[in-house]
């Protein structure tokens, strides 16, 4: 059964700074990743899909990397700023999973420091 | 807005109500689907439907009862829930139900259920 891992769990960085966000998966029999954005008691907002077959996608200040052989992707966040702050998801679709086979990591909390 | 509006934001419940979450899509997709939100925990897949039929449940409990009376619209009749169904329950749709299709969330319903 396909596990997502994210790390770390929690995140507090001063305003500026360059991080990253980790996910890890138990399954490399992935067909893409999806990094996600939720804010406090809200919905997901979609930041980056990487298709299996990509090494990376970017969007503005973000940059989603994948190393499907290792089972890794991070979350590459420039700059950061307070409107940062969210918890950020990371989930994999499986081929063979069905109608929807999206599998979620448990989040990274991140907070930036203004 | 994403498009996808849930109602009520917040439900708080006793074990003996009946009470129905509601979903609208205002973006022509053809699937939809739940997904429960516990703290600590990662989200859960609990129903999908395309083209308003229901093409997935995951062994969720009777108690839980999915209607997608058209393609728009999607409820999750409860009754008789028990205090561990408090969570944030999220809805989400797509175009169709395919590895290529990026979800589209709701800004969710947070269940108290005393």
């Known amino acids: 059964k396909q596990e997502v891992t994210q790390i770390p769990a929690a995140l507090s960085v001063p305003e500026g700074e360059n991080l990253v966000l980790n996910c890890s998966f138990t399954?490399?029999?992935?067909?893409?990743l999806q990094w996600f954005r939720q804010d406090p008691g809200k919905g997901l907002t979609s930041l980056l899909l990487i298709q299996s077959s990509q090494r990376e996608q970017t969007s503005g200040r973000l940059n989603a990397s994948l190393d499907k052989s290792s089972g890794r992707s991070t979350l590459y966040i420039a700059a950061s700023q307070p409107g940062d702050s969210a918890t950020y998801l990371c989930?994999?679709?499986?081929?063979?999973?069905?109608?929807?086979?999206?599998?979620f990591g448990k989040g990274t909390h991140l907070i930036i420091q203004p | 807005e994403t498009g996808v509006t849930q109602t009520p934001r917040h439900l708080v419940m006793g074990m003996t109500n009946k009470k129905s979450l509601k979903c609208e899509q205002h973006l022509g997709h053809n699937a939809m689907y739940w997904y429960k939100q516990s703290a600590k925990k990662p989200l859960e897949l609990m129903f999908v439907?395309?083209?308003?039929?229901?093409?997935e449940n995951n062994s969720v409990p009777s108690r839980f009862s999915p209607e997608c009376p058209n393609s728009s619209h999607l409820f999750l009749h409860l009754h008789t829930l028990q205090p561990e169904d408090s969570a944030l329950y999220l809805c989400?749709?797509?175009?169709?139900?395919?590895?290529?299709?990026?979800?589209?969330f709701g800004s969710g319903t947070q269940l108290s259920v005393l």
């Open positions: 439907y395309n083209f308003k039929e229901q093409t």
């Open positions: 989400a749709s797509s175009q169709e139900t395919g590895l290529s299709e990026k979800l589209f």
């Open positions: 399954d490399s029999a992935i067909y893409n």
């Open positions: 989930a994999v679709r499986e081929g063979g999973g069905g109608a929807d086979g999206l599998t």
